[in-house]
């Protein structure tokens, strides 16, 4: 009885408990590093299930009531769902340090010369899409469909495909300075990750605990409700 009752009153204060969490996989190499050994250092009696994905399929399975909650980049408000900035991030294109495209000075049209790898449905296709619409050049040649291109960036380097990485990868100590940023103000995408839940689904004490971690490290500059320019509710 007595090992019930503390187990009971664990759960109640979150030092315990199982938390099913999506997570954008750049959020979960730069951030979660921050976050879960803070939580763990709480709550070593937490058991943890990360499913790492893109945005569209994270949200799938948070409808799904297959996640507790998850930490991706959404196109706009969720019915039923809490949604609320935490990171800001920056699309760019990338490209192998030696790719043909530094030989010389490049423009816009200049990426429609090479084909690309790219993420599989992700959100940011139509983005792309429409950047290379607006100067009148055609969509991307696919050569390659990846589930994440983040962790590919020999690869990247090994072929003259291009590909879209957050800027914070370029140098970073996994990419073993193989990639090189095609910095072109026309095709900068500025994004936000957001932590996003059910406002109306069962969120234990432990699931409640790692949303105040991740509160707590939002960034100081994150947009407000009014600059992302859609409803978001903070909490």
């Known amino acids: ?3 019930t009752t503390r187990e009971d009153r ?3 204060l979150g030092y315990s408990g199982h938390i099913r969490m999506g997570c954008a996989p750049t959020m979960a190499k730069f951030l979660l590093p ?22 569209g399929t994270l949200v799938s399975l948070l409808k799904e009531g ?14 039923g769902y809490e949604v609320t900035p935490l990171v800001n991030d920056e699309l760019v294109i990338v490209a192998g340090k030696n790719h043909p495209i530094f030989n010389e000075p490049y423009t816009v049209h200049d990426l429609s010369k090479y084909r690309w790898l790219l993420p599989r449905r992700s959100a940011t296709r139509p983005w792309l899409d429409a950047v290379l619409a607006k100067h009148n050049c055609p969509p991307p040649e696919l050569q390659m469909e ?15 495909m291009l590909s879209l990485l957050s800027r914070r990868n ?4 996994d990419d073993g300075g193989f990639l090189r940023e095609v910095a072109l103000p026309e095709t900068e995408l500025r994004r936000v990750f957001c932590l996003v839940y059910n406002k109306t689904s069962y969120l234990s004490p432990a699931v409640l605990r790692l949303i105040d971690l ?11 409700v009014e600059d992302v320019g859609w409803p978001v509710s903070i909490r």
């Open 1 to 3: 009885m007595d090992d």
């Open 10 to 12: 664990n759960n109640a």
């Open 34 to 55: 921050e976050i879960i050994p803070s939580l763990l250092r709480q709550a070593p009696g937490v058991t943890i299930e990360l499913n790492t994905n893109i945005s």
């Open 66 to 79: 297959m996640l507790d909650l998850a930490l991706t980049h959404v196109a706009g408000p969720i019915d």
């Open 146 to 160: 990846a589930t994440s291109v983040l962790f590919l960036p020999r690869l990247i380097a090994a072929t003259n």
């Open 170 to 173: 370029i140098g970073d100590i």
């Open 214 to 224: 991740l509160l707590e490290r939002a960034d100081s500059d994150v947009p407000s």
